[in-house]
């Protein structure tokens, strides 16, 4: 077995690891500029997001890479893509240990992005229903049509948007 490939391997885990960290503090911040409302911490930290993006999909091909060599030289087949943990467990002593250990933490990392995403989306949608709903009464868009009558005299009961602005006094 060759000590240096793991060691590649482990090394190329450890960055992308860092990376995926890097990335939940980013998600953190940009939660924290949501609930502010602060634009401009929004956008820095949008930027440097998609800068990270960049980085960590250039490091998933050279993890992608050192993985295939692992498994080749453990004699794991490649297709279907060995996961870390079947190379963790291939891998024999402190080695395969340390590979698995790092296994679980990155997939730890990547579940909490997920939830960290999941939660600014909903966030970013239940403020966009705030804003149409607030601007939807300032616009009157959710007036009735007209006077609230037809051409031949019967009440109208549909409204535009929205929810009626006024009580009706029919019970």
């Not at 820095?44 to 890479?65: D, G, H, P, R």
């Not at 997939?107 to 909903?122: D, G, W």
């Not at 403020?127 to 031949?152: C, F, H, P, R, W």
């Amino acid at each position: 077995m060759d000590i240096t490939l793991i060691s590649q391997l482990s090394e190329a885990l450890q960055e992308h690891t860092a990376r995926y960290q890097e990335l939940i503090d980013f998600l953190e911040d940009e939660k924290k500029y949501l609930l502010n409302l602060d634009l401009d911490g929004l956008l820095l930290v949008s930027k440097a997001k998609e800068k990270l993006a960049k980085i960590i999909l250039a490091s998933n091909e050279k993890l992608t890479e050192k993985i295939a060599c692992a498994a080749l030289m453990l004699g794991l087949p490649l297709d279907p893509p060995p996961t870390l943990a079947a190379i963790a467990m291939a891998t024999p002593g402190p080695f395969g240990a340390k590979l698995s250990e790092m296994a679980s933490t990155l997939a730890r990392l990547k579940n909490l992005i997920v939830r960290e995403n999941a939660t600014a989306k909903h966030f970013v949608e239940h403020s966009l229903e705030l804003v149409t709903e607030s601007l939807n009464i300032l616009s009157g868009a959710n007036q009735l049509k007209g006077d609230g009558y037809s051409s031949d005299g019967k009440k109208e009961k549909t409204v535009k948007r929205g929810l009626p602005s006024k009580l009706s006094r029919e019970v």
